[in-house]
């Protein structure tokens, strides 16, 4: 939570911010981009700035559009924005040891202000939790300055979206930046042959299960890749300790 | 386009609704205060889906058309990804990843229509 000074006064703060920056005309793109789209379905702008600062999601966001403007019921999108958002609940299970000893509404702000690219840079970061009270202060406070950058780029560019909406049409392919911008992470994150061949299983498998309904290809990607990746990996031991 | 012309209570309530499924995804296993852990193993195996939710993510993104794997390769999306991946692996900078990633795209896609 960027707004608790022992979070913001620690050098950790300033640092995730600075590590984030590159990525924040990414992210910003993308949220322009979310609010020329949200007024462009029919939003009026008072829902459209209640959706940005409020659901902070902008996949479950974009799903959920279309649903409100043909107005199917509402247990209908809210199921929809779950089943785009489960990939967050892997996220949580992921950070559960590294936020655990925060106190419970703590952990839940910083859960709910942390989107894809927060968690990746973060765990990138961070590649392990730690039990020493100062790391896992430092550990907060960077997580703290990461949500910050990211959350007040995609807020500020999606209001912008939102009033500029009629003049910046979205055939321009404005949004291809935010897409750029998850290249570049994914990259940056493929750092070893292990993880290039999660990337490679979980490609395929979100291509292959596209036309499964409410994006459910995203957590059978990422259940598959890391299902085969942690059996090659133990395969690929067991065999080295043939070898050996 | 006044302020709150056609905002409506239902449209408000379903944006609540979308708030609390944010809410509940993102801090699901934050919720107990439970002493647990997860075992070494799983914690280990989660240390693949940082990417494997990125490729997920992006690849359908540039590779797929209406659900279908590119029908031409005259398309400024996987162009302008494999030249941001390119720029990527060389700099290794996103910022410039984005811009001449962008640069590549943008003409091929306003000028050419692809």
């Excluded at chain 1, 299960?209 to 031991?237: C, D, Q, T």
């Excluded at chain 2, 990804?81 to 590549?104: E, K, N, P, Q, S």
Aim: with cysteine.
């Amino acid at each position: 939570m960027f707004f608790k000074a022992e979070n913001y006064r620690h050098p950790a703060f300033m640092e995730a911010v600075r590590d984030l920056a590159p990525q924040a005309p990414g992210v910003a793109a993308w949220g322009l981009m979310t609010g020329v789209a949200m007024v462009n379905s029919g939003l009026s702008v008072v829902e459209a700035i209640a959706m940005t600062l409020f659901v902070y999601a902008g996949s479950s966001q974009l799903a959920a559009l279309p649903l409100i403007v043909a107005g199917a019921p509402a247990w209908v999108i809210l199921a929809t924005g779950f089943c785009v958002n489960l990939r967050f609940m892997v996220f949580s299970l992921h950070l559960r040891k590294y936020l655990m000893h925060l106190p419970r509404l703590e952990r839940m702000l910083h859960g709910y202000l942390t989107a894809d690219m927060s968690y990746v840079m973060f765990t990138k970061r961070f590649p392990n939790p730690s039990d020493d009270p100062a790391e896992q202060l430092t550990q907060a406070a960077s997580l703290a300055g990461n949500t910050f950058i990211v959350w007040g780029s995609w807020i500020v560019a999606s209001l912008f979206g939102i009033f500029l909406a009629n003049a910046i049409p979205t055939s321009w392919g404005l949004g291809f930046a935010g897409t750029l911008c998850l290249v570049g992470i994914l990259c940056s994150l493929a750092s070893t042959r292990m993880r290039i061949f999660a990337a490679g299983v979980a490609a395929v498998t979100a291509m292959a299960a596209y036309n499964l309904p409410l994006k459910f290809n995203i957590i059978m990607a990422i259940g598959v890749a890391v299902v085969l990746s942690m059996s090659l990996e133990r395969f690929l031991k067991m065999r080295e300790g043939q070898g050996a | 386009m006044s302020f709150f012309e056609g905002t409506d209570f239902w449209t408000l309530a379903v944006i609540a609704g979308l708030t609390g499924v944010t809410i509940v995804t993102r801090s699901f296993f934050f919720f107990s205060s439970e002493e647990w852990a997860l075992p070494d193993w799983a914690q280990r195996g989660l240390q693949y889906a940082p990417i494997a939710a990125m490729a997920a993510v992006v690849l359908p993104e540039i590779l797929l058309q209406q659900g279908q794997f590119l029908q031409t390769w005259m398309d400024a999306r996987w162009m302008g990804a494999a030249v941001g991946a390119a720029v990527y692996f060389w700099r290794r900078d996103v910022l410039l990843t984005i811009v001449v990633g962008m640069l590549a795209y943008l003409p091929l896609h306003l000028l050419l229509g692809w």
